[in-house]
């Protein structure tokens, strides 16, 4: 693409003002999403982080990942928040999690997107010794935190991952949660005091029910020493989600590649057999109703029956009939005709599309990237193109904020974000 001087400028502008974002958030040898908002380190976040730091700190891109993995449980298992360093401005903090480790960290993990990041991270090097070295050393730690999730959650086999948390999807307060949290029982949870609401508009953040249910789920896991394999057949929230079953599908092509650039044979067998066995089990979550693939609850069996930006993923994991991709490039047609800017991450034609609302509508940077990635992996160019210019816009038009409004294109959430500022550096700017 041809820039003229003015937009040259602007764009200079704006990678400067990244790059800027994440150094501030940098708190030595992890960044922190947002200062104010989120001060510990998350783990899909800094999978992201990382990519930003590519383009002009190599290295520094690198000891993210590392610094992350050094909180890796015995088992394999990569906690959700690290709590490197105390602080009172978020809620809630290690001691609620009361999971007994050092460094401290939450009970519950994220979508597993660090093999794919490790992949890019290689792939857009120069392939130094030193690199290989680094991609050696984290390999096994990769392969590691992936058998914990084909142990640990997949309690019925079908080749899905099973969260156990609305946290743990990353997209805490979808609608697609909502039905299945509801059993969750609030009645032992007490007064807290939450700080998000304190940083921000409570309006843009999920509501005090959805925290009560957060806060009992939490209260469970915490009862049960955090055992996963407890957690995952007996709590009171599982649900098979489309986004983290889609995410590892992705990552365990991309650790096969990863094995077979340094070579490690012996893991081929392993690896291809969990894709293959969740390629095979994907169609569980296709809704023939709405035509799409949607999460489902485990405790009822229902589908949610819901279209979120979660469910143009099978691009990014390479699954999907022709039939049903085609389904999908018309939901992305229909969808883009309501808003102005994509990718909602609700259906906006859905009851509970909420603008504003942090996962039930608004725009996030990170998935409409993985989306985008998928779409262009399977020839969809110009969709893959559409969502990177929108995505442009928003940042250019707004700011580097935590979400965007995809019908006004105003902010939500926190400002000077660190994933938002890595998607412009690594893909959309
Ligand atoms: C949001 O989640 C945290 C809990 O993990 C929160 O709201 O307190 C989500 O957007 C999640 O996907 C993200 O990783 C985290 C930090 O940016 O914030």
Not at 150 to 164: C, I, M, N, S, Y
Not at 181 to 191: K, L, P, R
Not at 378 to 402: H, V
Not at 403 to 417: E, H, I, K, Q
Request: net charge negative; with cysteine.
């Amino acid at each position: 693409m041809t820039y003229s001087t003015s937009s040259q400028t602007q764009t200079q502008t704006l990678d400067a003002a990244a790059r800027a974002i994440l150094k501030t958030n940098d708190r030595g040898g992890y960044t922190v999403p947002n200062g104010r908002v989120y001060p510990f380190q998350w783990n899909w976040d800094s999978a992201f982080v990382a990519l930003g730091f590519a383009d002009f700190d190599r290295d520094r891109a690198w000891v993210e990942i590392e610094t992350l993995f050094e909180a890796q449980w015995d088992d394999g298992f990569l906690p959700h928040i690290v709590f490197w360093k105390d602080d009172s401005g978020y809620f809630p903090g290690a001691s609620v999690w009361d999971a007994h480790k050092n460094p401290a960290t939450s009970g519950i993990t994220q979508p597993p997107v660090a093999a794919s990041v490790i992949r890019w991270l290689w792939d857009s090097g120069s392939k130094s010794a030193r690199e290989a070295e680094r991609m050696a050393a984290l390999y096994p730690k990769v392969l590691k935190w992936h058998r914990w999730f084909a142990r640990h959650r997949d309690p019925e086999g079908r080749g899905l991952v099973v969260a156990t948390h609305p946290w743990e999807t990353g997209r805490d307060n979808s609608p697609e949660w909502d039905y299945p949290a509801s059993g969750v029982d609030i009645s032992a949870v007490g007064s807290y005091e939450r700080r998000d609401t304190s940083h921000l508009d409570a309006q843009m953040r999920p509501t005090k029910l959805d925290y009560d249910r957060y806060l009992a789920i939490v209260q469970f896991g915490r009862d049960h020493d955090w055992d996963h394999d407890v957690i995952a057949r007996t709590g009171p929230f599982r649900v098979a989600d489309v986004g983290m079953t889609m995410i590892l599908l992705r990552a365990n092509r991309d650790l096969l590649a990863l094995a077979k650039i340094l070579g490690r044979s012996k893991d081929y067998a392993e690896i291809e057999a969990s894709i293959e066995k969740t390629r095979a089990g994907i169609d569980w979550l296709w809704n023939d109703e709405v035509e799409a693939f949607c999460s489902r609850d485990l405790i009822s069996g229902r589908s949610s029956a819901m279209i979120t930006s979660a469910s143009f993923l099978s691009f990014y994991a390479g699954v999907g009939t022709e039939k049903q991709n085609q389904s999908l490039i018309a939901h992305l047609d229909r969808i883009s005709s309501k808003i102005d800017k994509m990718l909602p991450s609700l259906d906006p034609d859905h009851e509970a599309f909420d603008a504003m609302r942090y996962w039930r509508g608004p725009c996030w940077a990170v998935v409409t990237f993985l989306v985008a990635r998928g779409l262009l992996d399977e020839g969809q160019s110009e969709w893959a193109e559409r969502l990177r210019l929108d995505t442009a816009a928003l940042i250019r038009d707004t700011g580097f904020y935590e979400a965007f409004c995809p019908v006004s294109g105003r902010g939500t959430g926190g400002d000077l974000f660190s994933w938002t500022a890595a998607m412009w550096l690594f893909w959309a700017g």
